[in-house]
């Protein structure tokens, strides 16, 4: 048995060492060939569009102006290399990154276990769930929801919240599953807001809009960087949420990995809990030796990356942010405090009051869609990424379930319901809280 200081650099936190194999060839694809073989830009985007794009956002340019939208541009611009770079190691080694960072000392144990706790801390709140119980709400009643509608508004989210569980259970690749959901999100959602902002936004916003990028303000003909009386809380949150961020991005690399981009292909994937079929997922990794033919082979997967990351996440996260962005303050006064869980519905109402009910229907359907994705893609990361840190980093689990490779045994699945269920149960706390502090304000 290997010693730490005998092991070589990967095993010295107490995984296992990087075995070897060969670099799988990549797919070469032409013409709509590419949508079979981009995927993990297209769920992170779908997963960005509801939480930054669609609530930080809104609140944030409707108090303070379009100019601060290249605070936008600069985060997802910074994402994007991030992104890049996090898959760059799973195509290298078929690891998830956060295998990764579980490599450094003292231990994968302690590292497993602090990452596991600083991502549930991060996404294991139903807040998107809860924005959308506000659209739907409005979808139906034409109104938005009042301190009265608490109990309607509490259980319309937690059947949200049900839903989202109950499509994660069924599936023969969760990977693939999480894919033409969003697909159908970025090519309707983003298509809707663009034929929107096309038929009411003037094209002064339009410019604005395009300027604000450049933190060019219109309105006053000069750089306006960061507005007077900025609330700094706010802007630090819209750079955060602007793209993904956080522990999200992080997630890039797992879903690459069930994509089998790469050495992702020796490590095996992560089947649905109902309809999976039995696949051997490895909890450490592979490396190739870089020769001639694995570096041509390398570049085939790189410029596949690149498109997942530059063509499909960048320019749809930049679309996402803008096109709501000239939505809300075409039809939202300047200096509206927008808060709680009626910003979705709030740009339908306005909408509504201006054109007429049908135009507020279909913008408040897009609003509820678009947060239920969110909520639906942010548990399956959530649920997916503990899951496998835990078992990835603590000897002391995988031999209590079973062995030391990760196989689709129901032992496995018994983990990652386990941890569905428990965030179920958190959810359901987490949507009574308002109601009992202010009464069920819901705008």
Same mark, same amino acid.
């Given at each position: 048995?290997?010693?730490?200081?005998?092991?070589? #650099? %990967? /095993?010295?936190?107490?995984?296992?060492?990087?075995?070897?194999?060969?670099?799988?060839?990549?797919?070469?694809?032409?013409?709509?060939?590419? @949508?079979?073989? &981009?995927? *993990?830009?297209?769920?992170?985007?779908?997963?960005?569009?509801?939480?930054?794009?669609?609530? @930080?956002?809104?609140?944030?340019? &409707?108090?303070?102006?379009?100019?601060?939208?290249?605070?936008?541009?600069?985060?997802?611009?910074?994402?994007?290399?991030?992104?890049? %770079?996090?898959?760059?190691?799973?195509?290298?080694?078929? %690891?998830?990154?956060?295998?990764?960072?579980?490599?450094?000392? #003292?231990?994968?144990?302690?590292?497993?276990?602090?990452?596991?706790?600083?991502?549930?801390?991060?996404?294991?709140? *139903?807040?998107?769930?809860?924005?959308?119980?506000?659209?739907?709400?409005?979808?139906? %009643?034409?109104?938005?929801? +009042?301190? =009265?509608?608490?109990?309607?508004?509490?259980?319309?989210?937690?059947?949200? $919240?049900?839903?989202?569980?109950?499509?994660? @259970?069924?599936?023969?690749?969760?990977?693939?599953?999480?894919?033409?959901?969003?697909?159908?999100?970025?090519?309707?959602?983003?298509?809707?807001?663009?034929?929107?902002?096309?038929?009411?936004?003037?094209?002064?916003?339009?410019?604005?809009?395009?300027?604000?990028?450049?933190?060019?303000?219109?309105?006053?003909?000069?750089?306006?960087?960061?507005?007077?009386?900025?609330?700094?809380?706010?802007?630090? /949150?819209?750079?955060?949420?602007?793209?993904?961020?956080?522990?999200?991005?992080?997630? @890039?690399?797992?879903? /690459?990995?069930?994509?089998?981009?790469?050495?992702?292909?020796? +490590?095996?994937?992560?089947?649905?809990?109902?309809?999976?079929?039995?696949?051997?997922?490895?909890?450490?990794?592979?490396?190739?030796? *870089?020769?001639?033919?694995?570096?041509?082979?390398?570049?085939?997967?790189?410029?596949?990356?690149?498109?997942?990351?530059?063509?499909?996440?960048?320019? =749809?996260?930049?679309?996402?942010?803008?096109?709501?962005?000239?939505?809300?303050?075409?039809?939202?006064?300047?200096?509206?405090?927008?808060?709680?869980?009626?910003?979705?519905?709030?740009?339908?109402?306005?909408?509504?009051?201006?054109?007429?009910?049908?135009? /507020?229907? &279909?913008?408040?359907?897009?609003?509820?869609?678009?947060? $239920?994705?969110?909520?639906?893609?942010?548990?399956?990361?959530?649920?997916?990424?503990?899951?496998?840190?835990?078992?990835?980093?603590?000897?002391?689990?995988?031999?209590?379930?079973?062995?030391?490779?990760?196989?689709?045994?129901?032992?496995?699945?018994?983990?990652?319901?386990?941890?569905?269920?428990?965030?179920?149960?958190?959810?359901?706390?987490?949507?009574?809280? *308002?109601?009992?502090?202010?009464?069920?304000?819901?705008?």
């Amino acid at each position: 048995m290997k010693t730490h200081s005998s092991a070589p #650099p %990967e /095993a010295k936190s107490g995984l296992d060492a990087w075995g070897r194999a060969e670099l799988p060839v990549p797919p070469t694809p032409t013409g709509f060939g590419w @949508l079979g073989v &981009v995927g *993990p830009g297209i769920i992170v985007l779908g997963a960005s569009i509801g939480s930054g794009e669609f609530l @930080l956002g809104p609140a944030a340019f &409707v108090r303070h102006g379009l100019s601060i939208l290249w605070v936008t541009l600069v985060a997802i611009i910074l994402q994007t290399i991030f992104n890049l %770079e996090l898959m760059r190691y799973t195509l290298a080694t078929g %690891e998830p990154v956060f295998t990764g960072f579980m490599r450094t000392r #003292p231990s994968s144990t302690l590292w497993a276990w602090v990452y596991a706790i600083l991502y549930f801390l991060q996404v294991g709140w *139903p807040a998107w769930a809860g924005t959308a119980a506000g659209a739907i709400f409005f979808l139906f %009643e034409k109104r938005i929801a +009042t301190a =009265g509608d608490a109990s309607v508004v509490y259980g319309i989210g937690i059947a949200t $919240f049900l839903a989202c569980v109950a499509i994660l @259970l069924v599936g023969r690749r969760i990977e693939r599953t999480l894919e033409v959901l969003n697909w159908i999100l970025v090519i309707v959602g983003l298509g809707s807001f663009l034929a929107l902002a096309l038929l009411f936004v003037p094209s002064a916003t339009w410019f604005g809009g395009i300027a604000g990028l450049a933190g060019f303000s219109v309105e006053r003909g000069a750089f306006y960087f960061l507005p007077e009386s900025a609330n700094f809380f706010l802007l630090g /949150a819209l750079v955060a949420y602007s793209g993904a961020g956080g522990a999200t991005n992080l997630t @890039l690399s797992n879903w /690459a990995r069930d994509k089998g981009y790469g050495m992702g292909q020796r +490590t095996g994937y992560i089947p649905a809990a109902i309809g999976g079929q039995k696949v051997n997922l490895a909890h450490t990794g592979f490396t190739f030796t *870089p020769d001639e033919s694995s570096m041509e082979r390398w570049r085939g997967w790189w410029r596949i990356v690149r498109a997942d990351q530059v063509g499909i996440f960048f320019c =749809g996260a930049v679309l996402g942010m803008t096109l709501p962005a000239l939505l809300y303050v075409t039809f939202l006064p300047r200096g509206t405090e927008l808060q709680g869980l009626g910003i979705a519905a709030a740009l339908a109402n306005s909408i509504g009051q201006r054109v007429g009910p049908f135009t /507020a229907g &279909v913008v408040a359907f897009l609003g509820a869609w678009v947060l $239920f994705k969110t909520q639906l893609d942010n548990l399956e990361a959530m649920t997916r990424s503990i899951t496998d840190i835990l078992w990835t980093g603590s000897h002391r689990i995988r031999a209590w379930r079973g062995g030391g490779c990760w196989c689709w045994r129901p032992q496995l699945r018994s983990w990652r319901l386990t941890v569905a269920c428990w965030s179920t149960g958190w959810s359901s706390r987490c949507f009574s809280w *308002p109601w009992r502090r202010d009464g069920g304000g819901c705008s």
